[in-house]
């Protein structure tokens, strides 16, 4: 019963996590007058098309990938999906690329702080991950 109840929170605290970095990217994209998500994937395919080049396009199209996967695993996560922990570990080097902790609090706790240091900021998010993926494999 103990391993149930341990299994249930650690795929809850992530759905959370997942949860508000939605609710965060929603509501910076609402403040600057943009439909959140949709605004942002026109503006991607107008980039590509206007800054042209497989590189370009490559990174746009990681980076919306890495979106759409965090949408299903906060899906799959609320559903206790024991699968999810694939996509979540297929997450990992993504997160690490374009700087989006799975701790989703991380950026706008660091941003309070006027001047930080790089090695922090990533240093700081890749504990998150490490955290994220040894919770992962340890209770559930």
Known sequence: ME?????????????????????????????????????????????IHSHGGAVTGGVFILS??????????????LMMRGK???????QTPFRLLFLVPSVSIIVPFLSLFEEISTIIVITTIIFSEALKVYSLRKWT
């Open 64 to 77: 919306w990938i890495l979106q759409l996967s965090i949408i299903v695993s906060l899906a799959m996560l």
């Open 3 to 47: 391993n149930i109840k341990r299994y249930n929170f650690v795929f809850l605290i992530w759905a959370l996590f997942d949860f508000l970095h939605i609710a965060i990217y929603s509501i910076n994209s609402y403040r600057l007058g943009n439909v959140p998500y949709i605004t942002d994937i026109i503006s991607t395919i107008e980039n």
């Open 84 to 90: 999810v922990k694939i996509l979540c570990y297929f």
